[in-house]
């Protein structure tokens, strides 16, 4: 049972607008910021999307989209292409469990 | 470009010990935190561990400490973890990560870790 909670799946068609929910507690998200990583593969190497709730990495598309509010945040992505279906999670810093705590992740299928 | 390359993955015994390196290029490797993050098969990211850019701060999972101790070397820009009393539940593909703009923003490609009898 992850510390923050993702649903496992969602989905969406090509060009639509999917956003994928993140909740924790007023440990993490409550007082700390979210951070939002794709892994296309299990076993390769995830990236950083969203860092700082809302802020891109330079080369990361505009399509991509982050926000908090209280202990729930979100990742919206827009214009939905094929090669965003990935695995995606967040991940905070957990205050009472003095580290890092991720998602249990959502597997994006592009339909 | 940032580069991290981990090694020292392999089949071992539970019980045992292993020693997992990150070698690190394309940053001033002193200036930065790194963490170990790992991921069992079909499963989800979990942090391990994290080291401050002097070695002054460490953290750990509450599921390795005690048995787990990351470490560095800023000459060699080298990145290490020591796994001692490895459990059946420590297989995973562990991933050498440094801070940058966020946590994580930089990842290796992973080493495999499998722990069986």
């Known amino acids: 049972q992850s510390v923050l909670t993702q649903p496992p799946s969602a989905s969406g068609t090509a060009g639509q607008r999917v956003t994928i929910y993140c909740s924790g507690s007023?440990?993490?998200?409550?007082?700390?910021?979210v951070h939002w990583y794709q892994q296309q593969l299990p076993g390769t190497a995830p990236k950083l999307l969203i860092?700082?709730?809302?802020q891109r990495p330079s080369g990361v598309p505009d399509r991509f989209s982050g926000s908090k509010s209280g202990t729930s945040a979100s990742l919206a992505i827009s214009g939905l292409q094929s090669e965003d279906e990935a695995d995606y999670y967040c991940?905070?810093?957990?205050?009472?469990?003095?580290?890092?705590?991720f998602g249990g992740g959502t597997k994006l299928t592009v339909l | 470009e940032v580069q991290l390359v981990e090694s020292g993955g392999t089949l071992v015994q539970p019980g045992r010990s292993l020693r997992l390196s990150c070698a690190a290029s394309?940053?001033?490797?002193?200036?930065?935190?790194m963490f170990w993050v790992r991921q069992a098969p079909g499963k989800g990211l979990e942090w391990v561990a994290g080291?401050?850019?002097?070695?002054?701060?460490?953290g750990y999972a509450d599921s390795v400490k005690g048995r787990f101790t990351i470490s560095r070397d800023n000459a060699k820009n080298s990145l290490y973890l020591q796994m001692d009393s490895l459990r059946l539940e420590d297989t995973a593909f562990y991933y050498c990560?440094?801070?940058?703009?966020?946590?994580?923003?930089?990842w290796g490609q992973g080493t495999l870790v499998t722990v069986s009898s």
């Open positions: 990560s440094k801070e940058g703009v966020g946590p994580f923003q930089h």
């Open positions: 394309g940053f001033t490797f002193e200036d930065h935190g």
């Open positions: 080291i401050s850019w002097n070695s002054g701060t460490r």
């Open positions: 007023s440990s993490n998200l409550g007082y700390n910021s």
């Open positions: 860092f700082s709730n809302s």
């Open positions: 991940a905070s810093w957990d205050d009472s469990l003095s580290g890092w705590v």
